[in-house]
């Protein structure tokens, strides 16, 4: 069936490290891709996304492209900072018959320590 | 400023009692959407409405009821058939059908039991 896989948390790095988190997804058609950040406490933001094959979703220092050939959608940010610690979360949406469906992945929680 | 506005922030739910989980959204939006969090986990989807008067389940939806008898407005009741209800809670809505749009969220209602 339909699905969003995302690397495994949590992720843990240094201040000013590169960071990638990897999604990939299955669906029939082509689905529009997003990546959400949920900060604590909170709901959830949309950060980027990208509605077909090679759009380039950015926000914020980060980046995402959407790759059909290998249906992957990978978060990455050239220079973390504390503030982005949150959990993030892939998504997808297309149409069924009649109305939108969304798939969410499992989150990946990062912690950026000073 | 736009938004989805969910109430309370925190709420406690004792024995057999039946609580209402508020959810106001001022975007225009036809499509809204409940999500249950629970701890380290992603969403899953309790019930979806595209469309004034009509809803439907989503997969966790036992338990839980809803109606949609606004536009802006889509309360979640959590029964007392629901055994497991300590949770956090995110309202959501969007374009609706056909639109391969993101959701937007609210900031969420953390349930407990007394």
């Known amino acids: 069936g339909d699905s969003v896989t995302q690397m495994e948390g949590p992720v843990t790095l240094s201040e000013e490290a590169f960071l990638t988190i990897n999604c990939t997804y299955t669906?029939?058609?082509?689905?529009?891709l997003f990546w959400y950040v949920q900060y604590p406490g909170e709901g959830l933001q949309l950060l980027l996304k990208?509605?077909?094959?090679?759009d380039k979703g950015s926000n914020k220092g980060f980046e995402a492209t959407y790759r059909k050939e290998t249906t992957s959608f990978h978060l990455e940010k050239g220079s973390v900072q504390v503030s982005d610690s949150a959990v993030y979360f892939c998504?997808?949406?297309?149409?069924?018959?009649?109305?939108?469906?969304?798939?969410f992945g499992p989150g990946t929680s990062l912690s950026v320590i000073p | 400023d736009g938004g989805i506005t969910q109430s309370p922030k925190y709420l406690f739910r004792k024995e057999g009692q039946n609580v209402t989980l508020s959810c106001e959204q001022n975007l225009n939006h036809d499509a809204m959407y409940w999500y249950r969090q629970d701890p380290g986990q992603g969403l899953r989807l309790i019930y979806y409405s595209q469309i004034v008067n009509d809803f439907q389940k989503g997969d966790i939806a036992e338990g839980y009821s809803v109606s949609r008898e606004k536009k802006e407005s889509f309360p979640l009741t959590v029964t007392s058939a629901q055994k497991n209800p300590t949770a956090f809670y995110l309202c959501a809505s969007g374009p609706g059908v056909y639109s391969n749009q993101p959701q937007h969220f609210g900031d969420g209602t953390r349930l407990s039991i007394l």
């Open positions: 669906a029939t058609g082509y689905p529009s």
């Open positions: 998504a997808l949406v297309w149409r069924e018959t009649s109305y939108d469906k969304v798939i």
């Open positions: 990208a509605t077909k094959a090679d």
